[in-house]
């Protein structure tokens, strides 16, 4: 049975009062306890979460890490720093990082490998852009995005990767993919990945589908069978929203 997982991925909302007052009213409510629940807030925030869901389930995860060791290399953050307060999940390869902030293929490649010294669970994210979509290449795309950043790694670092599936064209806009062109990537992306490693590690790891998620459609998103959870943006800043999603397996 591979994991279920729902991650919250806050992005660059919630200040200190706003975190905990919604990780307060998360960790009072019934979660699904099959499901792994992850929430991304900002570096700042990382700290204090963790201390307000220490005797739940939830995993305080990070958004970004910097893929050198240390340095000089102002405004970063390292993973060993992350993992110093106990975070040991990231996100890597938000379509945000890597069209507002540059994220190349190459840049990727040695986040993953960044987080994974670190003995790091990295949530690697693909999707392609509209364009590519109407294109037809939404395919290549996202098999280009696996080749390049992730397929570097080692079969047993596979085990701590979970793949999200966002199509750029569904973040944040209300627009999701259908729950069949959602399964129908996340069926390609796994045999993708049986043809670089093997059918043990594709039907291991967990692919989550991210964009536009939401209370009313994630029941049907997540009955695909390759479709093992979600990575929640907006609706995850809301916590009856949240839990929602997450009982909605
Ligand atoms: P959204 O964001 O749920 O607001 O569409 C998803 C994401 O960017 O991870």
């Not at 919250?8 to 007052?21: A, E, V």
């Not at 009072?28 to 389930?57: D, G, Q, T």
């Not at 750029?168 to 399964?183: L, M, N, Y």
């Not at 490693?197 to 049907?220: F, T």
Request: charged share 20%; with cysteine; proline share 3%.
């Amino acid at each position: 049975m591979r994991q279920k997982i729902v991650a919250g991925n806050w992005k660059m909302n919630n200040d200190l009062p706003q975190s905990i007052s919604l990780l307060s009213s998360l960790v009072s409510k019934e979660l699904h306890n099959e499901v792994k629940v992850m929430v991304a807030p900002a570096f700042p925030l990382l700290y204090p979460a963790k201390e307000i869901v220490k005797e739940s389930n939830i995993e305080v995860i990070a958004q970004n890490i910097n893929e050198n060791k240390n340095g000089a290399f102002t405004g970063e953050v390292a993973a060993s720093m992350l993992k110093s307060i106990g975070v040991t999940t990231v996100i890597i390869g938000h379509s945000e990082r890597r069209a507002i902030y540059n994220e190349t293929y190459s840049v990727l490649a040695k986040k993953v490998e960044a987080a994974l010294a670190q003995n790091f669970r990295v949530i690697f994210c693909v999707g392609e852009e509209l364009d590519a979509r109407k294109k037809n290449e939404h395919f290549s795309v996202v098999e280009n995005q696996l080749a390049e950043s992730l397929f570097q790694i080692s079969e047993n670092d596979m085990k701590n990767v979970v793949i999200a599936y966002e199509p750029v064209w569904a973040i944040g806009t209300g627009e999701t993919a259908t729950p069949a062109e959602a399964q129908e990537m996340h069926a390609f992306i796994r045999t993708k990945i049986a043809d670089k490693y093997n059918n043990a590690v594709a039907e291991s790891i967990s692919i989550l589908y991210g964009g536009s998620v939401k209370p009313d459609n994630a029941q049907e998103i997540f009955s695909q069978p390759d479709v093992d959870g979600g990575l929640i943006g907006g609706a995850s800043l809301n916590a009856d929203d949240f839990t929602a999603i997450i009982n909605a397996f």
